[in-house]
């Protein structure tokens, strides 16, 4: 049966990154992907998925998202292909709240510049907002958006260039330890490998139960809105934005490849799912969910709805990821949970993968991310 020095099943955002630094460092490396590269059924499409400094989620991301960074950029002077837009961004929310304040404090621990705005100040700057008093703003300059799709592809292009190999519409039945290796299953043959990585977003508990009770998926819609005035909503005049405010935490973007003003929020009505049996229908109650936002804090972009798309967030209990080496099968490695706001270290989360799979180890910082903080 064919056999491979790495073996990573899911070739989404992490996936693809994890093949791509396998096979970049000389590893004779196979991709299994269950539905087609890329696809619109898991956490990596819609077109952009945000980037920024300003990390209210913990301080010791910035390190990541910085050699992120430096990835994403290294992966476009590879390929000749843009996947990083700069746009500036924004974390508001009332001033004495943890998700501005922490914001804050992962920028100055970190040494990032920003500027603090009131409303009146970010509403003069950028008029497609119409932020209230009450809220104050970060506004960070480096900010801005990937193209996921195109990163995802881009990926697995240099990954194959490389002499990787990906299989895309073949799922994986079952999987299990070989010795010092692994043995694989698809619908299509059986393989092995040395070392398992296991990339597979919403159905990584599928293929580890270990995990399940802490990489929980839940359903997330996202909206896009026809503006009054196009020319505000636009890269150049428009950053990507998170908000706290009382109707909940939301999240968007200019227009981009599509028409339209982009918007989520964030856990957006706590429905946890089974990702192959999800609802995938956006219904009136969706839009309305979007459409108190949008008329009230963009109200120059709450025309019509004019696409819309579910995704799924996968979240761990703090809302940290998962990532390490299983316990009990030390050949096998797994990225999870990685909770509504993974996609933009996913060029590191490639390396670090790749680390683990290599060296059993890896010199970033991934304390944080431990399995044994959870009963895995």
């Not at 299994?32 to 952009?48: A, K, M, V």
């Not at 070392?195 to 599928?206: F, H, M, N, Q, S």
Request: hydrophobic share 35%; net charge negative.
């Amino acid at each position: 049966m064919p056999n491979y020095d790495a073996i990573v099943i899911g070739v989404g955002g992490m996936g693809s990154a994890t093949i791509y630094h396998l096979a970049r460092r000389g590893w004779k490396a196979l991709g299994l992907e269950q539905y087609g590269i890329p696809h619109e059924l898991g956490s990596s499409h819609g077109y952009s998925r945000m980037i920024r400094y300003t990390l209210q989620e913990h301080p010791s991301y910035v390190p990541l998202v910085r050699r992120a960074y430096e990835l994403w950029h290294e992966l476009e002077d590879t390929t000749g292909e843009r996947l990083v837009v700069t746009t500036g961004s924004v974390r508001a929310g009332p001033a004495d709240s943890p998700y501005f304040q922490d914001a804050q404090k992962s920028c100055d621990l970190h040494n990032i510049p920003y500027e603090v705005l009131t409303a009146k100040e970010i509403n003069k700057r950028f008029p497609g907002y119409k932020f209230p008093e009450e809220i104050s703003s970060i506004y960070q300059a480096d900010g801005g958006f990937l193209l996921p799709e195109e990163c995802i592809v881009n990926h697995v292009k240099a990954a194959e260039q490389a002499g990787a190999e990906v299989h895309s519409g073949e799922p994986v039945l079952d999987w299990e330890p070989q010795g010092s290796g692994v043995l694989v299953r698809t619908d299509k043959d059986t393989y092995t490998a040395g070392r398992l990585v296991v990339t597979a977003g919403a159905w990584a508990a599928k293929l580890v139960p270990n995990v399940a009770a802490y990489a929980v998926p839940e359903r997330q819609v996202l909206g896009w809105f026809q503006p009054e005035r196009p020319e505000l909503f636009r890269p150049e005049t428009f950053p990507v934005f998170g908000v706290l405010t009382e109707e909940g935490r939301y999240y968007g973007f200019p227009s981009y490849s599509v028409p339209g003003f982009k918007i989520g929020r964030s856990h957006h009505l706590l429905q946890q799912v089974d990702p192959d049996r999800m609802d995938r229908e956006v219904h009136a109650e969706d839009e309305a969910v979007l459409r108190q936002a949008v008329s009230r804090y963009f109200p120059l972009a709450a025309g019509r709805l004019l696409d819309r798309k579910t995704c799924i967030y996968t979240n761990t209990p703090d809302e940290h990821f998962l990532i390490g080496a299983l316990p009990d099968c030390p050949q096998v490695s797994v990225a999870a949970g990685f909770s509504g706001h993974g996609f933009k270290y996913a060029s590191v989360i490639g390396e670090i993968m790749a680390d683990l799979a290599q060296n059993g180890e890896t010199d970033h910082d991934i304390s944080l991310f431990q399995l044994d903080r959870f009963d895995v």
